[in-house]
């Protein structure tokens, strides 16, 4: 089945203590992504990965870190989390090209910092 | 500033009549405008996509939306509601360069009642 996954699906963590939170396709995607999404504000998009070792940052990148070195894969990397980092993180993937459009969401970690 | 507004934070309907969920944008150029649905602890799906070509597009489960290019607005449609509807509606477009980014609305909640 063609999918994205994220583990863990849900994260409770204290100040400060670096976590990682993994994000992986199995559609050949060369396009990824990370939203944060929190209530009123829709998603926010973190940072992106146009293929292998190409990142670059969104909206919101202050606090986060990713990393490319397989194209089926995005970790998302919170060295130092803080509470304001409490949220619902997407990963999603698609192809490139003009004829592919939609991006495909993983189910989501609820990650709660305190 | 490049935005997407859903003005309603949540529309109610009874089963079986039509429903609309409203969305406008404000971005540069011609962008990809898209809809996606959010299940309680679910990820977000596609459900439909207007790139070019007839205003009217359809969607996944009967939902079709309507592309007003000199309203920019990208109206969610439905004939007839279903309980089973129920969710996070969200609007999203992608404009017409390299980054593929999403920008998201806020959200419109849909209720349907038997």
């Known amino acids: 089945e063609a999918q994205v996954t994220q583990n863990p699906r849900y994260l409770i963590t204290v100040t400060g203590k670096k976590l990682t939170v993994t994000c992986s396709q199995n559609?050949?995607?060369?396009?990824m992504s990370w939203y944060r999404q929190d209530p009123g504000l829709g998603l926010r998009q973190i940072y992106y990965?146009?293929?292998?070792?190409?990142?670059d940052k969104g909206d919101v990148p202050e606090g986060y870190k990713v990393s490319r070195k397989e194209k089926r894969n995005f970790p998302l990397i919170l060295e130092s989390p803080s509470p304001n980092q409490t949220s619902l993180y997407f990963c999603?993937?698609?192809?490139?090209?003009?004829?592919?459009?939609?991006?495909?969401f993983g189910p989501g970690t609820r990650l709660t910092v305190t | 500033a490049q935005s997407v507004a859903q003005p309603e934070d949540q529309v109610n309907v009874a089963e079986g009549n039509p429903l609309t969920v409203k969305c406008t944008y404000s971005?540069?150029?011609?962008?990809?405008l898209f809809w996606y649905v959010q299940y309680p602890n679910r990820g977000l799906q596609f459900l439909l996509k207007?790139?070019?070509?007839?205003?009217l597009v359809k969607g996944s489960y009967g939902f079709e939306a309507e592309f007003n290019k000199s309203q920019t607005s990208f109206h969610l449609k439905k004939p007839s509601a279903l309980v089973s509807d129920s969710a996070l509606y969200f609007c999203?477009?992608?404009?017409?360069?390299?980054?593929?980014?999403?920008?998201f609305g806020s959200g419109t909640r849909l209720l349907v009642r038997p």
């Open positions: 971005v540069s150029g011609n962008p990809y």
């Open positions: 999203a477009v992608r404009v017409r360069d390299s980054s593929y980014k999403l920008i």
């Open positions: 207007y790139i070019t070509g007839d205003n």
């Open positions: 990965s146009m293929n292998v070792e190409v990142t």
């Open positions: 999603a993937s698609s192809l490139t090209g003009d004829r592919y459009h939609e991006q495909y």
């Open positions: 559609m050949n995607h060369e396009y």
